[in-house]
């Protein structure tokens, strides 16, 4: 019995010690395994957050040809129109007009004038003294008058109107002067940017379809 006891006892105290090493193995191979599951998981998240950036990287690098792209041609469509329309409008309501008045004073009265006020006579800023039914006229030049170059007191040749002498131009000028020539320029000006400011529509047209 003594043996017995002694040898069951020390079958179950090895049993028990087996089957304690056995959990604590098990338990350690599960701790391991758990410890190496959160570590793939964690990868997972990284390398899904890795995707994430990746992905956000791709799409800034794609956004920014695209804006590049169209940034191009609508600046110069818009800056084509802006000087198609300046010229344009200089053209017609500067520089025509200024030709059709100084053609208007060819059958005016002409006299001898002196040059009273010199500088940018193109844009007006000339004036020529003459005598006038016995009165002294100071007048301006028009927009378009040429002789810029002259001194003051020069002589020149003038055709002023009959009933107001302070309308008057030089008689060089009567056919269109200088003003004439700038009208034509400024309109073949505008015409061209008008012509740019097209293709550039055309161009963002077809850009907008493909």
């Not at 005016?108 to 844009?123: K, S």
């Not at 003459?130 to 020069?154: H, I, M, R, Y």
Request: glycine share 20%; aromatic share 4%.
């Amino acid at each position: 019995m003594g043996l017995n006891g002694t040898v069951d006892g020390g079958g179950s105290g090895a049993r028990t010690g087996s089957g304690a090493g056995a959990v604590g193995g098990r338990r350690s191979r599960n701790a391991g395994s758990a410890g190496n599951g959160s570590g793939k998981a964690g990868n997972g998240n990284a390398e899904s957050g890795s995707g994430n950036v990746g992905a956000g990287g791709w799409g800034g690098r794609a956004g920014v040809p695209e804006t590049g792209q169209h940034l191009g041609p609508r600046a110069s469509l818009l800056m084509s129109l802006a000087f198609a329309l300046l010229l344009g409008a200089l053209s017609a309501l500067v520089m025509l007009p200024a030709a059709q008045h100084l053609r208007s004073l060819q059958d005016g009265e002409r006299a001898r004038a002196t040059l009273h006020t010199a500088g940018a006579c193109m844009t007006g800023q000339c004036k020529v003294t003459f005598e006038a039914d016995g009165q002294t006229v100071v007048a301006d030049l028009p927009v378009g008058s040429g002789g810029g170059k002259s001194s003051v007191g020069a002589a020149v040749d003038v055709r002023y109107q009959a009933d107001d002498p302070r309308v008057v131009a030089r008689t060089q000028d009567t056919g269109g002067g200088g003003a004439a020539l700038l009208a034509w320029l400024t309109a073949g000006a505008a015409v061209f940017f008008l012509a740019l400011s097209g293709a550039a529509a055309i161009f963002l047209a077809r850009q907008r379809r493909t």
